[in-house]
């Protein structure tokens, strides 16, 4: 149309932005933005918001707030594609944000809106801003929408509430899709209740006109991992060829997990060696995290081999190398490791903790010395030093992976996150009967694990905390994982 001088208007803008969107050409857009500024379309709302949408598509959060703030005229899509994109976009508590500022600014959420702001509270945990979303819907009637549903229950299920998740699968008035049985079975097996997410498994199928799927087994297959299920989980994924199903990576992978949490290495490497696909840099590091629990240095030298000839410059690969030799006292090999990864520009990724108090979310990192409220945290934290000796506890301190003493090894492990977030909500909550919620972005270390289980039975408080992998719901001194994770 530009070779042969055709008239081009904001539509002809439009559509061609909603194609750049669709194959996520960044590059296009940005002169196609150009073209749209030139010829004096940046006041067509419509317009706008495409493009907004593109850019957040696209994954440039910047330039999609800054068209967002540019907009001379904004309507409720305007609003929706941008807390859409933060929410997508690594930027959850912007989205959230965002979404309370929107009836302040004169709109009415819809159903896109409340999915963006459910989406955003899943990934925060935030589930006092949830219940606040969840009661929205019901008052608007918008809960006949089984998308919106399905979003509830999997919010409530990341905030921690699984009960209050099922509550809404149980009530919910419109009918049920395939998606709404999966999130709920895939959220009994990321608390770690196995027996309930087979039993709603187990329900699919013509009486409730639901058969499962792909997505089913591998929720099924996840919750007896979850569990420590393994001879179940291990028939339901050899059973699914026989029904037609065909297993993906994905299932391989979480059969991998599945044995090689159970210490069954020789199978769970058969498995990924008899695979009719290839395996992915994935399923070798759920291996390798398997070598770790189980000190099996051969094991995991053979597999970081593997990983280092599919061309993974992965932190994890090489911590998790690196925290085997360590348990085994090899400094010298943890030496090695470390100058590999600093030829190799290899950083590891900082662990953090985030926690809501009051609507805000405190974030902390390890050694984390930089929160307002930093001296009542540590002292808080000596206060429960002193109080677990009393329970004949003792800092588990080959989870310190450097050749220092005993004593700095143990001042080390009482820096990590989740203990400075945990001691944060036993200062702040006012509530006791409210569990203290705690969402970390690693897999959470054993001594954590040991000190929190202590802690929810010197304060009778109930904490739940959510790692890279499941939830840990802490409890009278133990934890819903049964020490399995």
């Given at each position: 149309m530009l070779r042969g001088s055709y008239r081009i208007d904001a539509l002809t803008c439009s559509f061609v932005l909603k194609a750049c969107a669709r194959v996520l050409a960044l590059s296009d857009s940005l002169q196609l933005h150009s073209h749209v500024v030139r010829k004096g379309f940046s006041a067509d709302a419509l317009l706008g918001t495409t493009l907004l949408d593109l850019y957040a598509k696209a994954g440039d959060i910047g330039s999609a707030q800054k068209v967002f703030d540019e907009m001379a005229k904004r309507d409720i899509a305007s609003w929706n594609a941008l807390i859409s994109g933060l929410a997508q976009g690594e930027k959850p508590d912007e989205a959230l944000g965002l979404f309370k500022r929107i009836e302040i600014d004169g709109f009415k959420p819809n159903e896109i809106t409340v999915l963006g702001g459910l989406s955003?509270?899943?990934?925060?945990?935030?589930?006092?801003?949830?219940?606040?979303?969840?009661?929205?819907?019901?008052?608007?009637?918008?809960?006949?929408?089984?998308?919106?549903?399905?979003?509830?229950?999997?919010?409530?299920?990341?905030?921690?509430?699984?009960?209050?998740?099922?509550?809404?699968?149980?009530?919910?008035?419109?009918?049920?899709?395939?998606?709404?049985?999966?999130?709920?079975?895939?959220?009994?097996?990321?608390?770690?209740?196995?027996?309930?997410?087979?039993?709603?498994?187990?329900?699919?199928?013509?009486?409730?006109?639901?058969?499962?799927?792909?997505?089913?087994?591998?929720?099924?297959?996840?919750?007896?991992?979850?569990?420590?299920?393994?001879?179940?989980?291990?028939?339901?994924?050899?059973?699914?060829?026989?029904?037609?199903?065909?297993?993906?990576?994905?299932?391989?992978?979480?059969?991998?997990?599945?044995?090689?949490?159970?210490?069954?290495?020789?199978?769970?490497?058969?498995v990924i060696d008899s695979m009719p696909m290839l395996p992915d840099m994935v399923l070798w590091q759920t291996l390798l995290g398997a070598c770790k629990t189980y000190k099996n240095v051969d094991m995991a030298e053979m597999v970081t081999r593997k990983l280092v000839e599919m061309g993974s410059t992965s932190d994890g690969n090489f911590v998790l190398l690196s925290n085997i030799y360590a348990a085994h006292e090899r400094w010298a090999d943890v030496g090695r490791i470390r100058d590999v990864m600093k030829s190799k520009d290899v950083r590891k990724t900082p662990g953090f903790s985030y926690i809501e108090e009051k609507g805000v979310i405190h974030k902390f990192y390890n050694a984390d010395k930089a929160h307002k409220h930093c001296k009542q945290i540590h002292g808080k934290l000596e206060e429960i030093r002193f109080k677990m000796k009393e329970f004949g506890y003792a800092a588990e301190t080959s989870f310190v992976l450097h050749d220092i003493g005993d004593e700095e090894k143990e001042n080390a492990l009482y820096q990590h996150s989740e203990k400075l977030a945990v001691a944060f909500g036993l200062i702040c909550a006012e509530d006791e009967a409210r569990p203290i919620q705690v969402i970390k972005n690693l897999r959470i270390c054993g001594d954590c694990h040991v000190v929190i289980k202590l802690i929810s039975k010197m304060y009778n408080r109930e904490i739940i905390v959510r790692d890279r992998v499941r939830f840990h719901r802490f409890k009278d001194g133990t934890c819903s994982c049964r020490d399995y994770w």
């Amino acid at each position: 149309m530009l070779r042969g001088s055709y008239r081009i208007d904001a539509l002809t803008c439009s559509f061609v932005l909603k194609a750049c969107a669709r194959v996520l050409a960044l590059s296009d857009s940005l002169q196609l933005h150009s073209h749209v500024v030139r010829k004096g379309f940046s006041a067509d709302a419509l317009l706008g918001t495409t493009l907004l949408d593109l850019y957040a598509k696209a994954g440039d959060i910047g330039s999609a707030q800054k068209v967002f703030d540019e907009m001379a005229k904004r309507d409720i899509a305007s609003w929706n594609a941008l807390i859409s994109g933060l929410a997508q976009g690594e930027k959850p508590d912007e989205a959230l944000g965002l979404f309370k500022r929107i009836e302040i600014d004169g709109f009415k959420p819809n159903e896109i809106t409340v999915l963006g702001g459910l989406s955003a509270c899943s990934q925060l945990g935030a589930f006092k801003e949830g219940d606040k979303i969840y009661d929205y819907i019901r008052s608007e009637r918008l809960d006949g929408n089984v998308q919106v549903c399905n979003a509830v229950i999997d919010m409530y299920a990341k905030c921690g509430f699984v009960d209050k998740a099922y509550s809404v699968f149980q009530t919910m008035s419109c009918d049920k899709s395939l998606v709404t049985w999966n999130t709920m079975i895939m959220a009994f097996a990321m608390h770690g209740d196995g027996d309930k997410a087979l039993q709603l498994f187990h329900q699919m199928g013509p009486s409730v006109r639901m058969e499962p799927d792909e997505v089913s087994y591998l929720a099924a297959i996840c919750a007896c991992n979850h569990a420590g299920l393994v001879d179940e989980g291990y028939k339901l994924f050899t059973s699914m060829q026989s029904l037609g199903l065909t297993p993906n990576v994905k299932h391989y992978g979480s059969v991998v997990d599945l044995l090689g949490r159970a210490g069954r290495l020789q199978q769970a490497y058969y498995v990924i060696d008899s695979m009719p696909m290839l395996p992915d840099m994935v399923l070798w590091q759920t291996l390798l995290g398997a070598c770790k629990t189980y000190k099996n240095v051969d094991m995991a030298e053979m597999v970081t081999r593997k990983l280092v000839e599919m061309g993974s410059t992965s932190d994890g690969n090489f911590v998790l190398l690196s925290n085997i030799y360590a348990a085994h006292e090899r400094w010298a090999d943890v030496g090695r490791i470390r100058d590999v990864m600093k030829s190799k520009d290899v950083r590891k990724t900082p662990g953090f903790s985030y926690i809501e108090e009051k609507g805000v979310i405190h974030k902390f990192y390890n050694a984390d010395k930089a929160h307002k409220h930093c001296k009542q945290i540590h002292g808080k934290l000596e206060e429960i030093r002193f109080k677990m000796k009393e329970f004949g506890y003792a800092a588990e301190t080959s989870f310190v992976l450097h050749d220092i003493g005993d004593e700095e090894k143990e001042n080390a492990l009482y820096q990590h996150s989740e203990k400075l977030a945990v001691a944060f909500g036993l200062i702040c909550a006012e509530d006791e009967a409210r569990p203290i919620q705690v969402i970390k972005n690693l897999r959470i270390c054993g001594d954590c694990h040991v000190v929190i289980k202590l802690i929810s039975k010197m304060y009778n408080r109930e904490i739940i905390v959510r790692d890279r992998v499941r939830f840990h719901r802490f409890k009278d001194g133990t934890c819903s994982c049964r020490d399995y994770w």
